[in-house]
């Protein structure tokens, strides 16, 4: 007989519960078990969600259940390294950061402040590893970088009518009887919002979603709207002329909580049902029976994303849809409103956070989807400084991005815990420590609670956080700035330094023994049901929006308009070297093609394909399906270029053109052609 193989010996293990530090609206409480290793040391092994936190009920996203997998990941910088003779070498802590600061004396003494970029955006949503952080550049005078990659269009666009973004409380979703998912995959992107979502669907809710092209949130909806990308603007002005000619607005709210009603029905006028439908490509039938559901089954819940404002005329569109239910007085009832984001009910104080207080009016401004352009070599930036973010793979013209952080009279710091494509192209290396690793404070874009983490797990190898690798940086340049060296006990003290209600009975303290706390929001949450946070103190419909078609028409040699939204198993570039998303394991991005057009441009199911745009051009393998419509293709989530058949990523195609209010991104609204091979 042979002998038994003795049992794994049991390895002790413990459950923690942290905040997750990932840019998406659930800013979900994990409950994360942690594993004593042979050697004695701690380490990350699953993640789940806290059963207990009202929004994250339980369940870790198919996203952030993979997180040890990078937060072990081999691969992962845990030293300081130092481009020599065109590879990077590893060197100690002191060689760096004092090569760092003296390259960075030189940059100031020949050339000024102005010379030097940070480049960063919500790899964590940490207020300290992520934005207090900038203090540093903001001590040197440094190029204020406008972080406009993501949310500004959208929170131009909200400001305009409703000034502070407040949305409805999540909880309350399951009143609304019809909800309305609007240019947002929230089943894969906010993904708790599900659950409620089911709720109201039990109480009899209908749900609709209205997106270009068919996915999971579509599947999920009873109804799906097919729309043109970029009609979206149409589209509310069509439904906004419906409700009014059956009377099913609400002149009461409209008198007492709006301004500018009349002008802003005047510009609906010819929307017609049949104009409306052959600008959006929609029926007039399904134009008229979505007016009807707003107009006669509410309360009405609106889910706006930020995916119909990556088109030049986005901001405008975004502005259009959210002002509909103040044309219907649906603030007024529970579970109705537009959610776009929750951030405005974080009133904390952060007049000291970053150190904002110290941006000259005459500071030099560099919009982030520009990167490329200020990368060029006359385009003065010496010095280049990226955090939490993974440039070379999700800012536009990557091709142009990469280019620039290759010039040899650039010196290029990436702080990273991932060897990214960025990380790759750094001078100087700086291992990163992860949410598990340092203590930080975060709000959310989804719900209402606040989220403390302590630093619970040891940083391996030099790993260390970015608000030590700044502070270490101003010591050597001498900058006295007292917030750059602010512990983790004196920025909470400062942000939570104020009078506001939402933030009453919130204490460090509280924060600490709690880890999630929520907002002190009345019992009734209807935060425009009276007037809004504007200059009138009213919701304002003017100035009044336009329809304006996207600029860049469709043509004959770029016949097609690309899509590039996140991935289900995404969540941005930050999971893209784990073996899930990896070519060597047999996966790779797809180009989505409508049947008609496979046929037309003679591209084949499962083969590759060239997409080419006035920017550059890519390989992807071709799926052919009806998800998509004619004249539309898809690439999902910004896979990093490694996982590609020719390396690249598929910002090569997408342009820095800025949106129409809040210079945001337009990756929604490429124009390319398609070829065999
Ligand atoms: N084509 C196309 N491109 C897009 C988009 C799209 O839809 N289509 N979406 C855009 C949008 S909305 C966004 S928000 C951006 C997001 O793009 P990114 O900002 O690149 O994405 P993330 O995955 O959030 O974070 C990137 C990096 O932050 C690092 N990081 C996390 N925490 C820390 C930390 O504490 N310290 C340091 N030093 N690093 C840390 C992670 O390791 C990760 O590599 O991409 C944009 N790009
Ligand atoms: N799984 C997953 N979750 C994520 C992320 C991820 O990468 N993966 N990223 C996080 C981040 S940083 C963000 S900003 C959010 C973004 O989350 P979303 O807001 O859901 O994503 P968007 O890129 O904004 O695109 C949403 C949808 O808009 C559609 N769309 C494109 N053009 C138009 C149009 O003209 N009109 C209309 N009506 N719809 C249009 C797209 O087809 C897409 O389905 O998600 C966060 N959550
Ligand atoms: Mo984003």
Redesign the pocket.
């Given at each position: 007989m042979t002998a038994r193989p003795s049992p794994a010996p049991e390895r002790p293990t413990r459950d923690v519960l942290l905040t997750c530090p990932l840019?998406?609206?659930d800013a979900c409480r994990l409950k994360v078990t942690l594993e004593t290793g042979a050697d004695g040391v701690e380490r990350m092994a699953k993640v789940t969600g806290d059963p207990d936190h009202l929004t994250t009920r339980g369940f870790a996203c198919a996203?952030t259940v993979h997180y040890p997998a990078r937060q072990n990941h081999p691969d992962r910088p845990l030293y300081p390294m130092k481009r020599v003779n065109g590879e990077l070498v590893r060197v100690s802590w002191e060689v760096a950061l004092d090569e760092i600061a003296a390259n960075l004396k030189g940059i100031l003494e020949r050339s000024g402040p102005q010379a030097i970029l940070r480049y960063n955006y919500?790899g964590t949503m940490g207020l300290r590893e992520g934005t207090h952080v900038h203090s540093f550049f903001r001590s040197l005078g440094a190029c204020e970088l406008d972080e406009t990659i993501?949310?500004s269009a959208g929170t131009a666009a909200w400001e305009l009518g409703y000034g502070p973004r407040y949305g409805v409380d999540m909880p309350d979703v399951p009143h609304a009887r019809t909800i309305i998912l609007?240019?947002?995959?929230?089943l894969?992107?906010?993904s708790h919002l599900t659950p409620w979502l089911t709720q109201a669907r039990k109480n009899g809710a209908k749900i609709w979603h209205?997106?270009?092209?068919r996915?999971r949130t579509s599947r999920f909806a009873d109804t799906h709207l097919r729309?043109k990308?970029?009609t979206?603007t149409a589209l509310a002005l069509g439904l906004v002329r419906e409700i009014v000619a059956h009377s099913w607005h609400d002149a009461a709210y409209i008198a007492q909580a709006t301004q500018g009603f009349e002008a802003f029905q005047q510009a609906a006028e010819p929307y017609t049902l049949a104009r409306t439908a052959e600008l959006t490509g929609l029926s007039v039938e399904e134009i008229a029976e979505l007016a009807r559901a707003i107009g006669q089954s509410g309360p009405t819940y609106f889910r706006v994303?930020?995916?119909?404002t990556?088109?030049e005329n986005g901001g405008t569109?975004l502005r259009t849809v959210s002002l509909l239910p103040a044309v219907t007085g649906d603030w007024k009832r529970r579970g109705g409103g537009c959610t776009l984001s929750t951030s405005g009910a974080f009133a904390l104080n952060r007049s000291r956070l970053g150190a904002a207080y110290l941006v000259k009016p005459d500071a030099r401004h560099i919009n982030m989807n520009e990167l490329a352009g200020a990368l060029a070599p006359d385009a003065g930036i010496e010095a280049l400084f990226v955090y939490n973010t993974n440039p070379a793979v999700v800012a536009p013209d990557t091709t142009r991005v990469r280019s620039g952080m290759a010039r040899p009279d650039l010196m290029m710091v990436v702080l990273e815990q991932a060897m990214t494509e960025t990380a790759l192209l750094a001078d100087y290396l700086l291992p990163a420590t992860t949410f598990a690793e340092h203590a930080d404070l975060y709000t959310s874009y989804g719900h209402h609670s606040l989220g403390y983490n302590p630093a619970t797990l040891p940083a391996p190898g030099e790993a260390r956080p970015n608000s030590w690798v700044f502070a270490e940086l101003g010591k050597r340049l001498g900058l006295d700035t007292p917030e750059l060296y602010w512990s983790m006990d004196e920025l909470l003290a400062a942000l939570l330094d104020t009078e506001h209600p939402h933030l009453a009975g919130i204490t460090p303290e509280r924060l600490k023994a709690e880890g999630s706390v929520p907002l002190n929001l009345p019992d009734e949450f209807l935060p425009y049901a009276h007037g809004a946070g504007t200059p009138s103190g009213k919701v304002m419909f003017t100035p009044v929006p336009e329809y304006v078609p996207v600029q860049a028409q469709l043509t004959a040699e770029y016949p097609l308009r690309l899509?590039t939204?996140?991935?289900?198993h995404?969540?941005?570039s930050t999971y893209g070297n784990v073996a899930y998303l990896n070519r060597a394991e047999g996966n790779e991005p797809q180009v989505m093609v409508h049947p008609q057009d496979a046929e037309r441009y003679g591209v084949r199911d499962g083969e590759h394909a060239t997409l080419s745009s006035e920017q550059g051009q890519v390989t992807r393998r071709v799926k052919v399906t009806t998800d998509v419509q004619p004249g539309v293709v898809?690439v999902e989530g910004t896979w990093w270029g490694l996982s590609a058949p020719d390396g690249q990523s598929i910002n090569a195609l997408t342009a820095p053109t800025l949106t129409d209010l809040g210079g945001g991104s337009t990756f929604?609204n490429t124009r390319v052609r398609l070829s065999p091979g």
């Open positions: 840019d998406c609206p996203k919500a993501c949310a609007w240019g947002i995959n929230s894969s992107t906010n209205i997106d270009p092209y996915n729309l990308p970029g979206d994303g930020y995916g119909m990556r088109h569109a899509i939204p996140p991935a289900h995404f969540m941005n898809v929604h």
